[in-house]
């Protein structure tokens, strides 16, 4: 086995070695930083990351530099892996509720988001720039059983893996904005019994006759496939863990703005929370949740929910929190590897370490400060993003 | 100026009396020890919607000059508290601008009175008119013409009443010698027969008029809010021909027509730094871009920079929005005078706050780290000599 990555390496360095008189790219990257966020690691002063084919080969403070390597001097800048925005809907469409949900349809369990998501958008763009590398693209929230989200790479043009999950996942809604008066349900009581009906019927099903939705919630029931619900307020947060414990599904809280109110039942049955953006027009109150959400020991991983805000705002959301009570640490956590582990891709992404995907921001700063900047964004090992003027 | 290292600041009525290195402290005086703190003055909140209710903010009218904002301000705001503690002493407040001119601007002094009376520094800072600003978020090229000139229209319709006016006051301060004149003849000689002379037509003097009156004298300066390039040189051209003094509201889009602000030394308080403080997709801020404040700067531009939030609560946001600004490329020390100094010269208040310097009112932060900290803690908030809030949790 060793020896077959060792002869691996040999043909790489070779091809680079034929493909730098070509004139293409080398495969071998050697990033000198000055400070390198690991975020499972520690950080490392002065430090060097070697990517080698896209993923990264070593990370630590006196490494070599393989001959021929191309070599990226960040020595005053910081670098730390891709952000990853746990919700959002960018790509969609510029009306994006017209994109976002069914609005006919109560359940839509089949619905595919990717199916909608138009990677070249402006916004997806904009995302890049601010140091976004992988999103969780996600219906809305007026579906009671809405579609299923995507976990995808913000990098199309030359990956042909950049969708890490086309089915992540099913979303359900238990906000106030599932319920329309022109279909049903109408109700809260209706839309509770709504999605347990549904939950029922994909329990009972047994012979599989043609039903799309109920061959996704099956899934679901049977624990395989996650549960992403959105509710905001402690009675919608209530009804979400009723159902969590009633069909054990396994599921993650979506816009769990209140959920501070209640945090030791969240935390007791170890649901993790994806967090709304922090506003810049909020009371202290509220801007004081996410670090009591997160500090009483519930993973938490931030949303940008963008393009409806704006996408700058999953970094400033971390900072804020941390402004207003979060431990720093956590904060640099919930934009990586605690959001990594929620989607349930930290095999591949979230922290700086050995075998994991090359995927990068440089700022020119700590990544805790709104002084700095997203310098260059990395993503399999290939610059994708470079700010103006750098 | 570089800061000051280990330094003392003497307070007395309210006023800051000496500051430096070297600084004797009398027996009697109270000891605040900040060793170790950063200290800096008041920040100021440019545009700020604390104290206003939204749906209050606009007058129906679309030329509505003599309206005044602190006749509809609600100082009971539960917000204003968090403001203060977060280092912002002063804000600037105007009206909205659903009118093209809109009424005047005031001063305010987050003292924690909740008296709008005590808050006041400085009413009339400037007349609010906006050109190309959408309440529906449509608009179109013949719609901002009309807002251009219906302005331009106001405003020339105020030079003929300022013609008028004065024409009046001549032929009134006549015939009030002529009849001084004829009454003293007609003390003297009672029975002799003199020509009485003709009171002119009277004058109904028009509140509007005279508060554009005092923009074109250069009085009070117009600040207009203009988002889109166009609009900005829309509001530049009406300022060349009418020779008031400008403040460029917003300018969204400046970054675009930078020489052409530049050139007239405009001065811009420009808002919101990041995208983040507005509604998204707006028509105005279509073209938003991050490093306006950085570009408009480096020209030379006089520049404040306002937080521009949703509400009134995002004027405690003053610190950050100037972090923002650096992360963007402005200069450090620039976007810190940017919500201190600057604002406070453009709203012309420097005489009274925006830096630390004798003579000025002791409105004075401390914080544990540097004020461009995203994590520094406000400490201390004086105004005027006098704590308004001092941090008790040590989380």
Not at chain 1, 249 to 275: C, F, H, S, W
């Amino acid at each position: 086995m060793k020896k077959g990555r060792f002869l691996s390496f040999l043909i790489i360095l070779s091809s680079i070695f034929c493909l730098s008189s070509s004139g293409g790219e080398p495969q071998v990257l050697a990033i000198r930083a000055g400070k390198i966020w690991t975020l499972t690691d520690g950080v490392i002063t002065n430090g060097v990351v070697i990517v080698n084919n896209g993923k990264i080969k070593t990370v630590g403070e006196n490494i070599d530099v393989p001959e021929g390597a191309k070599v990226l001097d960040m020595s005053d800048k910081n670098v730390m892996p891709g952000l990853i925005d746990a919700h959002c809907h960018i790509g969609l469409s510029l009306d994006i509720l017209a994109e976002m949900d069914e609005t006919v349809a109560a359940v839509a369990a089949d619905m595919q988001i990717l199916d909608a998501f138009n990677p070249q958008a402006d916004d997806v763009r904009k995302a890049l720039s601010s140091g976004v590398t992988t999103v969780m693209l996600a219906p809305g929230y007026r579906n009671p059983v809405g579609g299923q989200p995507a976990v995808v790479k913000l990098y199309t043009s030359k990956a042909d893996d950049w969708v890490l999950k086309r089915t992540a996942g099913v979303e359900f809604s238990l906000m106030n904005q599932a319920l329309m008066f022109d279909r049903e349900p109408t109700s809260r009581t209706g839309l509770v019994a709504l999605i347990k009906e549904e939950l029922d019927q994909a329990k009972a099903d047994k012979d599989g006759g043609f039903n799309p939705p109920r061959e996704v919630l099956k899934r679901v029931v049977d624990a395989n496939l996650p549960a992403y619900i959105w509710a905001h307020t402690v009675d919608e947060i209530a009804s979400a863990m009723a159902i969590v414990d009633e069909y054990k599904l396994n599921a993650v809280l979506v816009a769990a703005g209140q959920g501070d109110e209640i945090t030791d039942m969240i935390a007791k049955r170890n649901l993790p929370v994806i967090y709304p953006p922090l506003l810049l027009s909020s009371r202290d109150k509220d801007l004081k949740r996410a670090g009591r959400i997160a500090n009483s020991g519930v993973k938490l991983a931030f949303a940008s929910l963008g393009p409806k805000t704006e996408l700058y705002d999953l970094r400033t959301s971390a900072i804020l929190a941390a402004k207003y009570g979060l431990d720093k640490e956590t904060a640099l956590k919930s934009l990586t590897i605690n959001a990594a582990e929620i989607l349930g891709v930290a095999d591949r992404l979230g922290s700086i370490s050995e075998g994991k995907d090359a995927d990068l921001v440089i700022l020119n700063g700590d990544p805790l400060q709104l002084t700095s900047s997203v310098e260059v964004v990395i993503i399999n090992g290939n610059i994708v993003y470079q700010r103006q003027g750098e | 100026m570089p800061p000051i290292e280990n330094g003392t600041i003497l307070i007395k009525d309210g006023k800051i009396t000496a500051l430096g290195q070297n600084i004797a402290v009398g027996a009697d005086a109270r000891l605040i020890d900040a060793s170790g703190k950063f200290v800096m003055p008041g920040m100021i909140d440019a545009q700020s919607r604390l104290f206003v209710i939204d749906s209050e903010l606009n007058e129906s009218r679309s030329i509505a000059p003599e309206l005044n904002i602190l006749d509809g301000l609600d100082p009971f705001v539960k917000e204003a508290p968090e403001v203060a503690a977060q280092g912002v002493t002063a804000i600037y407040i105007s009206p909205g601008s659903h009118s093209l001119i809109g009424g005047s601007g005031a001063v305010l002094k987050l003292d924690g009175s909740m008296d709008v009376g005590k808050m006041l520094l400085k009413g009339d800072i400037a007349i609010k008119a906006a050109i190309g600003v959408s309440s529906n978020n449509e608009s179109s090229s013949l719609g901002r013409l009309a807002n251009y000139s219906s302005i331009r229209e106001a405003l020339l319709e105020t030079k003929i009443y300022m013609h008028n006016k004065e024409k009046h006051e001549r032929e009134q301060a006549e015939y009030n010698k002529k009849k001084a004149e004829y009454d003293k003849k007609k003390k003297a000689r009672p029975t002799e027969k003199a020509e009485k002379p003709k009171r002119p037509a009277r004058f109904r003097p028009n509140p509007a008029r005279e508060v554009l009156a005092k923009v074109l004298s250069k009085e009070i300066p117009l600040q207009i809010e203009a988002h889109r390039a166009t609009d900005i040189l829309n509001a530049l051209r009406l300022a060349d021909e009418f020779g008031f003094t400008l403040i460029l509201d917003k300018c969204t889009e400046g970054y675009l027509v930078a020489e052409e602000i530049a050139r007239r030394k405009a001065t811009v308080i420009l808002g919101p730094v990041s995208a983040s403080f507005v509604d998204m997709p707006r028509l105005e801020y279509r073209n938003h871009d991050i490093r306006n404040a950085a570009i408009l700067s480096e020209k030379g531009i006089k520049l404040a920079l306002g937080v521009s939030g949703r509400d009134g609560a995002s004027s405690k946001f003053v610190a950050l929005t100037a972090a923002m600004a650096v992360a963007s490329g402005m200069d450090r020390d620039l976007a810190l005078r940017a919500v201190t100094l600057t604002p406070a010269e453009i709203l012309g208040v420097a005489d009274r706050i925006g830096s630390l310097k004798v003579g000025k009112d002791a409105d004075i932060v401390i914080l544990s780290g540097h004020p461009l900290d995203s994590l520094s803690r406000v400490e201390m908030v004086l105004i005027e000599g006098k704590t308004v809030f001092e941090r008790k949790d040590q989380q």
